[in-house]
């Protein structure tokens, strides 16, 4: 009753710890919805970086008396107090099962596309060879990854010759579009590069087609479309915009499909939807606050997570490779994983700065970290996703960067600003 009334100010700091300990035991031996129930009471978070069964060993310590009662009050912090100094820091990965630290790569921008407005969006094809980007002129520019990296090469090698012209990496432009783009998705299968944008269509380019500049297909809606996002198969496409209802395409037919949960949908605009990798489900984030996570079969509700952050919008979303967690950024200055099957909150990434603009957070190419954005100075921001803290900032945009994706295929990114420009960025060799 009293973890009720009063939280975690009701859990003195001396046993948070053991709390911990408690909830991550009762969560291992399949009690999840106790586990649950005492983190909520408890306002301590499900620690998944405790190693398995941790719990049971210390009492196992206790019971056999392997140690003594300093050293396992000592174990239970991490350090034995029989360890020598050096030998504090394999300890304490051994016994708490922390991952070793591993260095964020160094990145350095290949190739800049340059728009006539802001550049809201870009996206890589499913194998990476492609990549696109949209902009407040209206415009998608389609390029080639391949030549974005030799551009580079030729570039600091002195290979500008007449030949050079026909290996430009902008491979052509598409316009089409009565507004700024809001978002791309590139078909998982087919020759087919999908846009929405704030003249409240969503439109589909055969991208294999040279000379054709304009979509061979259109929908067209009442409202403003913020997001979209092709089905893992290919077969549907999902949409959200300033109508807070989530529409689902088929992409054969064009018929489009509501949820029956007419009560669990979201109150205000949909800022983005996106699909697990398996696509058995997705998740929606929205102005209102709130992120849902819907059944991709029956498209109805599972799941509700009210507050987000903080009651600010949430921006972005994206689910981690195994779908078991979910990626948020929000314009309370945070990012935050979550724990998929519980709703939970794993971790919170302080500083994220997301206050004036839609911002994107993801998973970085090499999984460990995770990309965000700072108002502040412009930059694309590096943070370790186990521990939180930030580990690298890349500096080259004079504007604040709007959007972030991530190369499927290699250790790249790119990054667009409100300085018109697209940077692709990759691993330095």
């Known amino acids: 009753a009293s973890l009720t009334q009063h939280g975690m100010s009701a859990v003195p700091t001396s046993k948070q710890l053991l709390y911990k300990f408690i909830i991550r035991q009762l969560h ?39 140690t003594s009662a300093s050293a396992q ?73 391949s030549k974005m990296h030799y551009h580079s090469q030729a570039k600091h090698s002195g290979e ?29 299968t087919a020759t ?26 259109h929908i067209v809606e009442p409202f403003n479309i913020r997001t979209i996002q092709f089905h893992p198969t290919g077969d549907y ?23 029956r ?23 929606s984030c929205s102005v209102d606050g709130t992120i849902k996570f819907w059944d991709g079969v029956t498209n109805s509700c599972i799941r509700t997570i009210g507050n987000a952050h903080s009651g600010e919008q949430v921006s972005s979303i994206q689910f981690s490779p195994d779908s078991k967690f979910l990626l948020s950024g929000g314009r309370d200055s945070a990012a935050k994983i979550w724990d998929v099957s519980t709703g939970l909150e794993i971790l919170n990434f302080v500083g994220c700065r997301h206050l004036n603009y839609r911002l994107q957070t993801v998973y970085a190419p090499d999984d460990i970290h995770v990309l ?20 690298r900032e890349f500096a080259g945009h004079n504007k604040v960067v709007h959007w972030i994706s991530v190369s499927p295929a290699e250790q790249a990114f790119i990054s667009c600003s409100g300085d018109f420009r697209a940077r692709f960025w990759a691993e330095e060799i």
């Open 28 to 66: 291992d031996d399949g009690f999840i919805e106790a586990a649950n129930s005492l983190s909520k009471l408890s306002s301590i978070r499900i620690d998944t970086n405790l190693k398995l069964d941790f719990l049971s060993e210390l009492v196992e310590i206790a019971q056999t008396g392997k």
């Open 73 to 145: 009050a000592s174990v239970v912090n991490g350090v034995s107090s029989s360890t020598k100094p050096d030998d504090v820091k394999m300890n304490r990965t051994m016994d708490l099962d922390e991952p070793e630290e591993e260095p964020f790569a160094k990145y350095q921008t290949k190739f800049i596309t340059t728009h006539k407005d802001v550049c809201r969006v870009g996206v890589f094809s499913r194998d990476g060879t492609l990549a696109a980007t949209g902009s407040g002129d209206m415009s998608i520019k389609l390029l080639d990854v």
């Open 160 to 188: 500008w010759g007449d030949d050079y012209a026909a290996l430009k990496p902008v491979l052509r432009t598409f316009y089409d579009h009565l507004g700024p783009i809001n978002d791309l998705d590139f078909h998982p």
């Open 192 to 217: 087919l590069l999908a846009s929405c944008s704030k003249d409240n269509s969503i439109k589909f380019f055969d991208h294999e087609k040279l000379l054709v500049k304009r979509s061979y297909k």
């Open 237 to 259: 496409l999902i949409s959200g915009g300033d109508n807070p209802y989530i529409r689902l395409f088929n992409v054969n037919t064009f018929q489009a499909f509501i949820s």
């Open 261 to 283: 949960d007419i009560d669990k949908q979201h109150i205000k605009p949909i800022n983005q939807v996106r699909f697990s990798t398996d696509g058995k489900f997705y998740a």
């Open 372 to 391: 965000s954005c700072d108002e502040r100075n412009f930059s694309v921001v590096a943070w370790d996703r186990r521990t939180g803290e930030k580990v």
